[in-house]
């Protein structure tokens, strides 16, 4: 059985650098490609960030630049990394996995875990 847990979320000041982590199980983790997405009240779920397998990332143009994502496979474990956080990042952020990022939407989804951002 997949199991994604997420941590690290909470209330944050703007400009604030919190680290979200995603310990994963039941899954050949470094086999898997990883991500994180978030969705915000009334608005759509959006890919914040991915790591193929191979460590290979990408993100989205409204966090390029202040966000991480990295991974460790020996703890079977995905990181975000958020820097300079604005209120608008304020959201629900969910991990992900799937053995194929083309398909990374329709894997494997984590509870998610809140992060708001605000004074």
């Known amino acids: 059985q997949v199991q994604l847990v997420e941590s690290g979320g909470g209330l944050v000041q703007p400009g604030g650098s919190p680290r979200l982590s995603c310990a994963a199980s039941g899954i050949s983790f470094s086999d898997n490609a990883m991500g994180w997405y978030r969705q915000a009240p009334g608005k759509q779920r959006e890919l914040v960030a991915h790591i193929t397998s191979g460590g290979l990332t990408h993100y989205a143009d409204s966090v390029k630049g202040r966000f991480t994502i990295s991974r460790d496979n020996a703890k079977n474990t995905v990181y975000l990394q958020m820097n300079s956080l604005k209120p608008e990042d304020t959201a629900v952020y969910y991990c992900?996995?799937?053995?194929?990022?083309?398909?990374?939407?329709?894997?494997?989804w984590g509870q998610g875990t809140q992060v708001t951002v605000s004074s």
């Open positions: 992900v996995a799937a053995r194929n990022i083309a398909t990374l939407g329709f894997g494997s």
